[in-house]
């Protein structure tokens, strides 16, 4: 009984078991290349497939990915190739938008979605999708590299020639060259070159000063931080000064952009990936949270636009994520946890991506904050960055251990209190908790000086 039939593993699953539980399977699909036209009927599959792809694990989808056929193949039996997995990539000529009718709007939930036509090595051929990068989507952006991860459906007959058709949860940016009017700058374009999906910037955007790593930001997470490690020179010669004012006061513009940082290790996290599409998509078992804190010299910070917000001088808690640790500092965060009375604080230096400006608890904001009118105190914000080519330095002051104090307000000192990460927010978020901090900004002494940072 087709009821009693068990899935596969999600390791295992292929696209072909998951869509014919939705109704799309062969028999669908055969359906669809009765013709070398689109039927009304042959137009409500390809907007089911539409609705449905972008709810599929991507791992399920890449699992069933398939080479490319050749021109022969495709003019000699193109039906075989139909529910099929391809990866498509190539320039983009022509990006419109459609429109679903007021029946199938209702049944599907979404109102459009666009057709690009891209011209590959074998050809032109048209990727239907819900989802493009923004500086596309008035269709005035032509002449970029872009790839999709497409489901053949049929060939479809056009001007002077037949051209597959193919359907695709997004369509992924990858420019070559920096565009000053797209904001496309050459650390994205370096992004582009290791394989990142600079689109996926477009929804990071909208998620600074929020907890956690959402999950449409997950696939942009485990993407760029498994890029990073395949690509660790090309990401050290492209590595800049920071710009820590911008990254606070306008993430917006830094997100994507590369830095060289310099800090004290404060503290190492190892975070288990226990995702079966991540695992086996990006090959990711593990990575590491890194508590490292920079340098401010004699420039402060004022967590909040308020007089009596808490202010940071000295040294300033950034979070940074990397897939691998040097065995000295691996050792030396074993002996950390084993021995409540050794703290590290170790010279490190790495490259780093700037990926968002997140909310997260921290003790500092227990003891220093003003309390809300409910008696909670809000989070602390501050950056996340993912990173490559960690370096262990050597230390000048000839101890480990030493921590360094914090000054609170210009009066007065206090031990560094130990920040409580949360990496992963599950469940019900506290929509009050995000409108409020959502407004809240960084008040910076001379931000120009921020920008000027020792990097070592």
């Avoid at 239907?128 to 060939?155: E, M, W, Y």
């Avoid at 994507?256 to 996290?269: C, K, Q, S, V």
């Avoid at 004022?302 to 940071?312: N, T």
């Avoid at 506290?430 to 960084?442: A, G």
Wanted: with cysteine.
């Amino acid at each position: 009984m087709p009821w009693k039939q068990r899935l596969p593993g999600r390791n295992t699953q292929k696209l072909n078991d998951v869509l014919k539980l939705f109704g799309l399977g062969a028999d669908q699909f055969a359906r669809l290349n009765q013709n070398d036209s689109l039927s009304p009927s042959d137009q409500g599959l390809i907007e089911q497939l539409l609705f449905r792809l972008p709810n599929i694990s991507l791992g399920v989808v890449e699992r069933s990915m398939q080479s490319w056929p050749t021109a022969k193949q495709w003019k000699e039996s193109p039906q075989q190739y139909a529910g099929q997995v391809f990866s498509v990539s190539g320039t983009l000529t022509r990006l419109t938008r459609q429109e679903l009718s007021a029946n199938a709007q209702t049944s599907f939930q979404y109102r459009y979605y666009y057709s690009a036509h891209i011209k590959t090595p074998s050809g032109v051929v048209t990727v239907l999708t819900r989802t493009v990068p923004l500086a596309f989507k008035d269709g005035s952006v032509t002449g970029q590299n872009v790839q999709a991860s497409a489901v053949f459906t049929k060939i479809v007959k056009g001007p002077g020639h037949n051209q597959p058709l193919l359907v695709s949860s997004r369509l992924g940016w990858l420019p070559e060259s920096p565009i000053d009017k797209l904001n496309v700058t050459a650390d994205l374009v370096t992004l582009a070159r290791i394989g990142f999906d600079i689109g996926l910037l477009d929804h990071l955007r909208t998620r600074n000063r929020t907890r956690g790593i959402g999950g449409k930001e997950r696939e942009s997470f485990y993407q760029l931080l498994s890029r990073l490690s395949q690509n660790a020179e090309m990401i050290r010669d492209a590595a800049n000064k920071p710009q820590l004012a911008a990254i606070l006061q306008q993430p917006e513009t830094q997100q994507g952009r590369i830095f060289r940082f310099a800090g004290n290790l404060r503290r190492i996290t190892k975070v288990v990936v226990n995702d079966a599409d991540v695992r086996d998509r990006f090959k990711l078992t593990q990575y590491y949270q890194l508590d490292v804190f920079i340098s401010l010299g004699k420039r402060s910070i004022r967590l909040g636009s308020k007089k009596d917000d808490p202010v940071i001088r000295t040294q300033f808690p950034m979070t940074f994520c990397v897939m691998n640790v040097p065995e000295s500092l691996r050792t030396l965060a074993d002996k950390a946890a084993d021995d409540a009375s050794f703290t590290m604080n170790e010279p490190v230096q790495l490259n780093a991506v700037f990926f968002k400006l997140w909310m997260f608890n921290s003790s500092f904001m227990d003891r220093y904050a003003t309390k809300r009118a409910d008696g909670s105190v809000p989070p602390q914000l501050g950056p996340l960055l993912l990173g490559t080519n960690l370096v262990h330095l050597k230390r000048e002051d000839g101890g480990s251990g030493q921590i360094t104090a914090w000054i609170i307000g210009g009066s007065g000192t206090v031990v560094l209190a130990v920040i409580c990460f949360i990496l992963w927010r599950m469940g019900r978020r506290d929509r009050e908790i995000d409108r409020e901090l959502s407004k809240k900004r960084f008040r910076l002494e001379d931000p120009d000086k921020l920008n000027d940072l020792d990097t070592m």
